[in-house]
């Protein structure tokens, strides 16, 4: 099995690496699911995060900003807040069950971002759990404060190659990691 987690100082290009990647395999015929959380700006602010099923595409909020939240209509009494944010828990939940639930031989589960937003999400943190337990293959990227003792101890047993990106490395890791799934992903399955 291939486990990668990529971590990283915010901004570094986690999702960026982890995004072409997913492309790269998708590209030769890999089924890749899970899910990404794009931040989401207007007029040059951050005004949430996005989650999105890698697979199928469908969508959701996974966290706004309050004064956003309000103006969608969210009643945000009802919500979580986990710094400048509003977790949109039910959406988040609805889009990472269905996106993480796909589980196949052979095929990738890819997750940006494992995070505090993501596991201040009861169900939604669950769901993960069960995916990387159950998963064939692994490529994550990791929040450098993930600090989830359940989540590393899994990821531990599944000998999961923790990797540091920095400006530094960052532009020869794609090609890096190609060579690394050539060598170990590809070997190993049946084609
Ligand atoms: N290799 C690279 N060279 C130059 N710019 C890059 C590179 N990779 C990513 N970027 C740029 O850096 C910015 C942040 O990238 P990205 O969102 O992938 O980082 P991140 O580590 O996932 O951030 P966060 O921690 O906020 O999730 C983007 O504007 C992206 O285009």
């Given at each position: 099995?291939?486990?990668?987690?990529?971590?990283?100082?915010?901004?570094?290009?986690?999702?960026?690496?982890?995004?072409?990647?997913?492309?790269?395999?998708?590209?030769?015929?890999?089924?890749?699911y899970g899910?990404?959380?794009?931040?989401?700006?207007?007029?040059?602010?951050?005004?949430?995060?996005?989650?999105?099923?890698?697979?199928?595409?469908?969508?959701?909020?996974?966290?706004?900003?309050?004064?956003?939240?309000?103006?969608?209509?969210?009643?945000?009494?009802?919500?979580?807040?986990?710094?400048?944010?509003?977790?949109?828990?039910?959406?988040?939940?609805?889009?990472?069950?269905?996106?993480l639930k796909?589980q196949?031989?052979?095929?990738?589960l890819?997750i940006?971002?494992?995070?505090?937003?993501?596991?201040?999400?009861?169900?939604?943190?669950?769901e993960i759990i069960q995916a990387i337990k159950n998963c064939?293959?692994?490529?994550?990227?990791?929040?450098?404060?993930?600090?989830?003792?359940?989540?590393?101890?899994?990821?531990?047993?599944?000998?999961?190659?923790?990797?540091?990106?920095?400006?530094?490395?960052?532009?020869?890791?794609?090609?890096?990691?190609?060579?690394?799934?050539?060598?170990?992903?590809?070997?190993?399955?049946?084609?």
């Amino acid at each position: 099995m291939v486990a990668i987690a990529i971590t990283g100082e915010p901004g570094v290009g986690k999702t960026t690496l982890l995004l072409k990647l997913v492309e790269y395999l998708r590209s030769m015929n890999v089924t890749v699911y899970g899910f990404y959380c794009p931040e989401v700006r207007e007029g040059g602010k951050r005004i949430g995060f996005r989650i999105v099923d890698i697979a199928k595409n469908n969508q959701g909020w996974l966290a706004l900003i309050p004064e956003k939240a309000i103006e969608m209509g969210y009643d945000i009494a009802f919500l979580k807040r986990i710094g400048r944010y509003v977790l949109i828990n039910y959406e988040a939940e609805k889009v990472g069950r269905e996106a993480l639930k796909m589980q196949c031989k052979n095929c990738v589960l890819a997750i940006d971002e494992i995070g505090p937003m993501e596991l201040s999400i009861e169900g939604l943190r669950r769901e993960i759990i069960q995916a990387i337990k159950n998963c064939d293959h692994l490529l994550i990227t990791l929040h450098r404060n993930m600090r989830d003792r359940d989540i590393l101890k899994l990821l531990q047993s599944k000998n999961t190659e923790i990797i540091t990106l920095t400006k530094f490395n960052r532009d020869k890791m794609f090609n890096e990691m190609v060579n690394k799934l050539k060598n170990e992903f590809f070997k190993s399955i049946d084609r």
